[in-house]
């Protein structure tokens, strides 16, 4: 959608000025023809539910926005500039009406009615690429002899179209009331977008040399293997996959006890995979800023800095992480401090042993943590990483 060099960009009629014409409010060099490819208009039609009826023009004035606002609108759900083709439909008009309509109900700013709009664009892309592409490279043979996987597309999104909507409005909701939670639970207003959490990055090593050496449909294997393997792990154990970068994953936890534990299953499930690549972690805890559910800061920095420095098949961490995880009682301070706790159980276990009291436990620590050389790192100082493990019989 774009404004027309004929169109005033307050969506009001074209003007009869030439001085109009001659400065646009937003002049686009370069617009996309909308296909007229008879399957993929029945296609488009099926899937949005309603034909071609509108111009951008019209469906903004139809939708009772400015043109301007409309075409911000459709740049930040990722569509391109269609100029003036009559190539929207009734779904294109109710969206722009809803986005419009939560502005003016004082629900959302423009600017924020602007990142939704953006957010779930990004974010629908990409699902909707992966499933057409998934479902297509799925199909073997055609129902019918002699079909193209062209024409075979038309019955599958039929067919699959109702349950996908299904499906993906429940894990919206689910994941909407998952976020919720967390935000209702956080201890003050600007811990809802200033929040500690540990960040972490784990990152293929030698990934550059493998895409000399691989195939692409082998390469395109091996990362979906990465990711998928990643993803399942991050979230089994309570974390959440911010993104996926091909052969580096960030993900984040809130607490250091449950990142720890999915950088280790990381690295143990690469570990079983003679055909991957080795994995190295780096986490940081800290002082985070989301926004449209990614994660920026010093913290996340940190984390990919220590990632790069990482040994293979190993988990750096940096100070506040390793604090945390001793404060919560998941790894000792020191391992001598260990070892001195256990000589002392041992002790009293040998004195109280014939009084039939219970001797005191000794601490069960999950993680251990040895400092490692201090170094600087770019733009970030001197920082004194830790190698995570996990510690004997954990």
Known sequence: ???????????????SDPSVHATPHHEVDHTAE???????IRLEALILGADRRYTPF?????????????????????FADIGQAKALTEADVLALRRLSGLVEAGLLSEPMAIQVARSTGQTTA????????????????????????????YPLVELLLPELEEFLVYVWRRQLAAATGRVVQAAD?????????????ADLVGFTRLTRRLEEEELGELVEAFETTCADLVA???????????????FAAD????????????????????????????????????RMGDVFGTTVNLASRLTSIAPKDAVLV?????????????????????????????????????????????PKYRYGLQPMWQRPVRGLGVVEPWLLARRGGS
């Not at 207003?189 to 990055?201: K, T």
């Not at 154990?237 to 960030?250: A, W, Y």
């Open 318 to 362: 940096d100070g506040a992480f390793a604090e945390e995880l001793t404060r919560t009682g998941d790894a000792p301070a020191s391992e001598a401090r260990a070892a001195e706790e256990a000589a002392a159980a041992a002790e009293r276990a040998g004195r109280e042993g014939g009084d039939g009291e219970e001797p005191m436990p000794v």
């Open 58 to 78: 019209q469906a903004a004035r139809t939708a009772g926005v400015s043109m301007d606002l409309a075409s911000r609108f459709w740049r930040a759900m990722g």
């Open 189 to 201: 207003d600007d811990e809802m977008v200033d929040r500690r959490l540990a960040v972490g990055f």
């Open 1 to 15: 959608m774009t404004v027309d060099d004929t169109t005033s960009g307050d969506g009001s009629e074209p003007s």
């Open 236 to 250: 089994a154990h309570g974390g959440r996959l911010i993104k996926t970068l091909g052969d580096e994953v960030l």
């Open 126 to 153: 990409r699902l909707a690429e992966w499933q057409i592409d998934s479902f297509l490279e799925g199909l073997t043979e055609p129902p019918e002899p002699g079909m193209t996987r062209t024409e075979v597309t």
């Open 255 to 290: 607490d250091a006890g449950t990142a720890a534990e999915i950088a280790l299953r990381l690295i143990e499930a690469m570990a079983m995979d003679e055909q991957m690549p080795a994995l190295r972690v780096g986490i940081a805890f800290g002082t985070v800023t989301t």
């Open 34 to 40: 909308p296909t007229d490819d008879p399957l993929a």
